[in-house]
């Protein structure tokens, strides 16, 4: 049942009706509020200083996906600029850092689209160089890895500390880890938000978790810079183990959160040592980001449905 509705919402991130009805109800902004920390960069600058006073790090995500021209996808680079900058004139860079979907910076445009992106991003990470902070590419679906990996490669020869994300749910993300766990790189590690078909991704929950320690071992072993980016317990378990069976310390890998979920395990971990990064999404276009979340707990459908009626 909830692997079912999982799968009708992951359907419903991709699809514009649903989009304007979702969006259109007053109440769904309420909801939303719980994983998206506000509208614009004041938001988004206030939640990363709460953050640094707790102990916890953050990567900030100026929502939009999917863009569908140029001037858009120029308008979100420049956003990401300018965060930068407020970012290092507010003494906030050494806690902060992007995330950007090549997808908003162009990627998926007609003609060049890949270029395009690599240009925004560049212009991006210089931003960040800059200000003393880094990026992290957001992985998306399946038909984008290829094109962000190439991204990834040449922007690594001018930015090396340029991180990317690999996602355990797919077949080929094994060799990946082995592929990119060399000195320097930095590497989120993630399940796998989006609905792929069973010829590129496991189905089953069992088989990704299971994909994702064997991912842990790879990276753990390397010589990279691991990101754990999950809120399972039993991965979070696993990759202690691993980090202590490679004999790595704190500050040679981090862990990674969502803005609003399991919060109490954030501070617990950034009270005992752990750097924890909290992923922080901010903008107007929280749509696919939102229902994405949804997919990934009926629980939360319930608590957006409780909100519906007025309960
Ligand atoms: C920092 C960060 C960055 C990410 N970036 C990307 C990306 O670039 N590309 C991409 O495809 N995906 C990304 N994701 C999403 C990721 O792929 C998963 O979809 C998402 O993290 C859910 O998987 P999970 O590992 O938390 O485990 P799940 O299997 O979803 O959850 C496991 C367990 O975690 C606990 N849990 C989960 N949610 C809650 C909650 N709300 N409250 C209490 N307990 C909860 C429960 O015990 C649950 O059983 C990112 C996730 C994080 C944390």
């Not at 997808?103 to 007609?110: F, H, I, K, R």
């Not at 938000?193 to 978790?209: F, I, M, S």
């Not at 501070?267 to 992923?279: D, E, Q, S």
């Amino acid at each position: 049942m909830a692997a079912v509705l999982s799968s009708l919402l992951l359907k419903a991130s991709r699809s514009p009706l649903s989009r304007r009805a979702v969006t259109a109800i007053p109440v769904t902004r309420k909801v939303v509020d719980r994983f998206v920390a506000g509208e614009h960069e004041d938001a988004a600058v206030a939640a990363v200083r709460a953050l640094k006073a707790q102990g916890l790090y953050a990567t900030l995500d100026h929502l939009g996906e999917d863009t569908t021209d140029a001037a858009q996808a120029a308008a979100i680079r420049d956003s990401y600029v300018r965060l930068l900058g407020r970012l290092a004139a507010e003494g906030l860079a050494d806690h902060a850092e992007v995330s950007v979907k090549l997808s908003a910076l162009g990627q998926g445009l007609p003609g060049g689209g890949e270029q395009l992106a690599l240009e925004n991003s560049r212009a991006v990470c210089a931003a960040a160089a800059a200000a003393g902070s880094t990026v992290t590419l957001d992985m998306e679906d399946h038909t984008t890895i290829d094109s962000t990996l190439r991204v990834l490669k040449v922007l690594r020869e001018d930015y090396p500390w340029l991180g990317a994300v690999l996602q355990s749910m797919l077949h080929r993300t094994e060799q990946d880890c082995r592929d990119l766990a060399y000195p320097g790189s930095r590497i989120r590690l993630v399940k796998g938000a989006y609905a792929e078909p069973a010829t590129v991704a496991h189905q089953d929950k069992a088989e990704v978790d299971a994909a994702y320690e064997r991912c842990l071992e790879i990276l753990m072993a390397g010589g990279g810079y691991p990101m754990v980016a999950t809120h399972d317990s039993r991965m979070i378990r696993a990759a202690r183990a691993a980090a202590g069976a490679h004999g790595r310390v704190a500050g040679d890998h981090e862990f990674q959160m969502l803005y609003g979920i399991r919060q109490d395990e954030q501070l617990k971990a950034a009270r005992a040592g752990t750097r924890m990064r909290v992923y922080v999404p901010f903008g107007t276009d929280w749509y696919g980001y939102f229902m994405r979340r949804l997919a990934e707990r009926p629980a939360n459908v319930g608590f957006f449905l409780r909100a519906l009626v007025g309960r």
